[in-house]
C-alpha cells in the first residue's frame, strides 16, 4: 500500500482554481436572486409599518373632532388668526391633534423616512424630524382645514371642473364629509424646496397637502409622495381605511383643475363636488 505523504495530503484536501471559481459564481448567482427578494420584502414591511401608523394617526384625529364641536384640526397655527411660519413649527396639525410632548414616538414617522440626509428625485434633501415642515406625513388642509388662511366655515376658494364646484374650506365639519370612505385625510409627503444635504433641514411643508398646487409631476410638490413605497404610497381617508395608492390613482395628472382630474378631485374633496 502507498503511503500518502505531505505534498498528496495537501493536494487532494484542496481546491482547484476552476472549483472556486464556480462556489463564487453559484454564490453570485443566489446573491442576484435573494437580494431583490429581501429589498421587496423589507420595502413591503415598510409600508405595512407606515399604512399601521396612518391608521392610528386617523383615530386621533376622530377623538379630536369628537372632543372640538366636529371640527378638523388646522393644518397649522390652530386657534391662532396669524399665517407666522414660525408659530407652525410647534402648531400644527400633529401636535393639535396627540400634543408634541406624546408625539415624541414613532407614530409619526414613515419606516422609509430619512434618519441622515436624503437626496429626493426632485433634488430635495430631508430628514425626518417631528414638525410642520420635515414630518413626512400631509394632510389634506386644503379641503378640511384651511386655517389660518381662513377661519370659519365658508367656502374659502373654489374652482369649478365639468359642472362640479370644488370648494376647500377653513374649517370643516366630519358630518359634513359625504363619502368617508372615499375622502382622503392624510398620505406620504416629501417636503419641497431644496434643504440642506450636510444636515437634511431647509425644506418646507412636508405636513400639508394642498390640492391647488397638488401636481406631483410638474413644479408643484403639494401632492402625495409616491416614490417612497416602490411607486405607491399610504394614504387613510375619513372612515380610517387605509390603501397603497399610485401616482395617477391619487394626484391629479398635470393641470389640476382639468376635466380629466374630476375623480381625483372628488376624492380629496369632503363634498364631492357640488353641483
Known amino acids: ?63 379630536f373632532t369628537e372632543d372640538n364641536d366636529d371640527f378638523f384640526p388646522a393644518h397649522r397655527n390652530q386657534g391662532i388668526m396669524n399665517s407666522d411660519a414660525n408659530i407652525s413649527l410647534t402648531n400644527w396639525w400633529g401636535t393639535t391633534i396627540i400634543g408634541r410632548e406624546s408625539a415624541r414616538t414613532n407614530l409619526f414617522k414613515c419606516a422609509s423616512a430619512p434618519t ?82 450636510r444636515t437634511g433641514e431647509g425644506a418646507v411643508w412636508g405636513s400639508s397637502l394642498w390640492y391647488p398646487f397638488s401636481d406631483m409631476s410638474g413644479g408643484n410638490k403639494e401632492g402625495i409622495d409616491t416614490f417612497r413605497h416602490r411607486n405607491t404610497s399610504a394614504v387613510v381617508f375619513n372612515d380610517n381605511h387605509v390603501e397603497m395608492r399610485k401616482d395617477k390613482q391619487i394626484n391629479p395628472q398635470g393641470d389640476p383643475f382639468a376635466i380629466k382630474n374630476l375623480k381625483i378631485a372628488l376624492i380629496w374633496d369632503p363634498q364631492r363636488g357640488k353641483k
Open 1 to 63: 500500500m502507498k503511503t500518502l505523504n505531505a505534498r498528496d495530503f495537501r493536494f487532494r484536501n484542496g481546491f482547484t482554481l476552476i472549483e472556486l471559481l464556480v462556489v463564487i459564481a453559484i454564490i453570485a448567482i443566489l446573491a442576484g436572486l435573494l437580494f431583490p427578494a429581501l429589498a421587496s420584502a423589507k420595502s413591503r414591511g415598510q409600508a405595512t409599518h407606515c399604512m399601521n401608523n396612518l391608521r392610528q394617526i386617523g383615530m386621533y384625529f376622530h377623538y
Open 116 to 197: 441622515v440626509p436624503r437626496r429626493e428625485k426632485d433634488g430635495t434633501w430631508w430628514k425626518w424630524k417631528f414638525d410642520c415642515h420635515l414630518v413626512g406625513y400631509g394632510y389634506n388642509g386644503w379641503f378640511l382645514g384651511q386655517w389660518p388662511y381662513a377661519f370659519d366655515e365658508k367656502p374659502a376658494g373654489s374652482f369649478t371642473v365639468s359642472g362640479y364646484v370644488i370648494e376647500g374650506h377653513g374649517r370643516w365639519r366630519r358630518a359634513n364629509v359625504k363619502s368617508p370612505a372615499e375622502n382622503l385625510l392624510i398620505g406620504d409627503k416629501r417636503p419641497y424646496g431644496g434643504g440642506n444635504p
